[in-house]
């Protein structure tokens, strides 16, 4: 703890130097003013401390009121400003809560959590988890149906992790595939899946940004929605790591500190949410429910060991499967009925025909519009209350405990509420309304460059720039808007080059966020998983550099010289392979008796 402090009052001191030092300098210099190179700093020290400390909380925390501190030197002396920055911090963080994005995303994280309560305790989690696991037998079943299920609830990534987290983190711990692990494998069939999918919630954000584009190009005759589905075979980091994830899942290769990782899963060791090292049983018997509810005298439920019979497990797992159906069945409804609103009132670009019809363009423009923050938390909730109706219904447990159920499902989320809240208020500190982080970093990088690099240059600018502030969507919006310009003044008339630097932003962004620790879809993967964010960042981090480079080298670089999109996509998939097979080591299957395994070193 001492050390902890020590570093804190270090980065602390250096933030206040390095900062005073900006505002007593030549402000004329935009470069050296704390809008100019210091806007970057927040950002690096929270991330930085985060990997020092292994505190994401606290380094968060500093992050934010570093930033704060920056913008406050802006109106006030050094002195003064660390008043000032603490008022600045406290607004932002209520900013980040107040932003209707923001808060459908807390109600949804809490309704789901409280639905995940209520079938966890019914018993349903468990009945589906065991008919599962007639299928996953091992950590490589387990694995490939987790990547599979990725590819069903393709419409959102903030659902598709949170539906499949809880159903499958049981089924992979029992099978001895490890925490960081399956949170890799949630984030890398999430938002890759979402970002390419022809009806989901990125599409209308992502058009609405290329229209901007190619309207500042002055390429008005090539639609938005076309150059979007052109892009899908370019997104070559997407693309990959979706093969990664299948071919690491089948071969069992691991290299890094994942395989570590694995090691100690097979040994009957997992990590928590707080980097503890705990048992496999210990985990299980959270995953039962068992420690859930508090039944009161006279109530409750039992979770026999006991073989279940056919009928019984079935009529269990309709409390999970039922509620579910109408958790993803109802959210295209939402989707659909928000975004035809949107359309109708004339808040797109869209023809408000489209709103009228019933068409597969307009199914897809509807959805593509859809407001995901609220359409899911209306889902959750509907499916939350579908499910409460069943458990007292058929007596699983009484109105009372129910209630207990749901509300234990939302407080078990409540580190995550924090660290969403804290991301956000740094992001908004540093944002365009702030410091300006990522207009600093793309002006400073965007000088001209050879256009055979220019996609490649793109794709690496996105990722820093998604890396720093940990939002995808802001990336995008920043970057979009002048890379289509810039490919068009680059390579006249060239359409393909001009659908590469649109696939580059757009994979480029998802690629930063996949790094970034103050990333909402990397926070919610850790905790979908229950796995330490750190450790997922860290064991994540490892391989996304490598498909990153891979993607680079045999995708945006090859491409910009003129090779042929479906050889750079073979390229890339054989060089996947072959990384796999030269770095990485089978993990064996089998697991030891877990009475004699010891930890490996940390």
């Not at 994942?258 to 090691?263: G, V």
């Amino acid at each position: 703890m001492k050390r902890v402090v020590k570093l804190l009052c270090y980065f602390l001191i250096v933030v206040l130097l390095a900062a005073a030092t900006a505002t007593s300098g030549d402000l004329t210099n935009d470069f050296w003013a704390p809008t100019g190179v210091w806007s970057v700093l927040p950002p690096f020290i929270a991330i930085l401390l985060a990997f020092l400390t292994k505190n994401v909380v606290v380094s968060l925390l500093v992050g934010v009121f570093s930033a704060t501190y920056l913008l406050a030197l802006q109106k006030a002396s050094p002195g003064l400003a660390v008043f000032l920055s603490f008022d600045l911090g406290a607004q932002q963080m209520r900013d980040a809560v107040a932003k209707p994005w923001n808060a459908g995303v807390l109600l949804q994280c809490g309704a789901i959590g409280g639905l995940v309560g209520l079938i966890t305790a019914s018993g349903g989690v468990r009945a589906v988890a065991e008919a599962l696991a007639k299928l996953a037998r091992g950590p490589r079943s387990s694995q490939i149906i987790s990547w599979i299920l990725g590819f069903f609830i393709f419409f959102d990534d903030y659902a598709n992790v949170q539906i499949r987290g809880p159903i499958m983190r049981p089924i992979t711990d029992r099978c001895g595939t490890s925490r960081e692990k399956f949170a890799f494998i949630l984030d890398s069939t999430a938002a890759p899946i979402a970002g390419i999918a022809l009806i989901s919630t990125w599409i209308g954000t992502e058009v609405s940004y290329i229209a901007s584009g190619l309207t500042d190009a002055g390429l008005t005759d090539i639609s938005p929605y076309s150059l979007f589905v052109e892009s899908i075979p370019f997104r070559f980091y997407n693309i990959l790591t979706l093969v990664f994830v299948l071919v690491s899942a089948i071969t069992l290769r691991e290299f890094g500190s994942m395989r570590n990782a694995e090691i100690l899963a097979r040994r009957g060791f997992l990590r928590e949410m707080d980097s503890r090292l705990i048992r496999r049983e210990e985990a299980e018997v959270y995953a039962t429910g068992e420690e859930i509810v508090e039944p009161s005298e006279g109530e409750g439920f039992e979770l026999s060991d006991a073989p279940k019979s056919r009928r019984s497990l079935w009529f269990d797992s309709t409390f999970a499967i039922v509620p579910l159906v109408f958790l993803v069945v109802s959210a295209f409804v939402f989707f659909y009925c928000s975004g035809r609103a949107k359309i109708a009132a004339g808040e797109t670009t869209e023809d408000v025909s489209l709103a009228l019809g019933f068409s597969f363009d307009s199914f897809r423009a509807c959805i593509g519009h859809g407001d995901a923050s609220i359409a899911i938390f209306q889902s959750a909730l509907l499916a939350g209350i579908i499910a409460f109706g069943m458990i007292v219904f058929f007596r699983k447990l009484s109105a009372a405990n129910a209630v207990r159920a749901w509300l234990n499902g939302v407080k078990s989320l409540a580190f995550t509420f924090v660290i969403l809240i804290l991301a956000w208020s740094l992001a908004g500190s540093i944002g365009k309304d702030g410091l300006g982080a990522a207009q600093f970093l793309v002006k400073s990088f965007s000088d001209s460059a050879p256009p055979f690099i220019l996609p490649t240059f793109i794709f690496v600018l996105s990722a820093v720039v998604s890396f720093a502030t940990g939002t995808s969507y802001g990336t995008m919006a920043i970057i979009t808007p002048l890379a289509i310009p810039f490919a068009n003044e680059a390579a006249p008339g060239d359409h393909a080059y001009l659908v590469a630097a649109t696939s580059a932003v757009l994979t480029g962004a998802i690629f930063g966020d996949h790094c970034s620790p103050i990333s909402d879809t990397t926070i919610l993967s850790a905790n979908s998983a229950r796995c330490g964010l750190l450790e997922h960042v860290s064991t994540q981090l490892g391989y996304a550099l490598w498909i990153a480079g891979i993607a680079v080298v045999l995708g945006f670089l090859p491409v910009g010289l003129g090779a042929n999109l479906w050889l750079a996509l073979g390229a890339g998939t054989v060089a996947i392979i072959a990384l796999l097979f030269l770095l990485g080591r089978k993990v064996p299957v089998s697991v030891p008796d877990e009475s004699t395994a010891e930890p490996l070193a940390e």
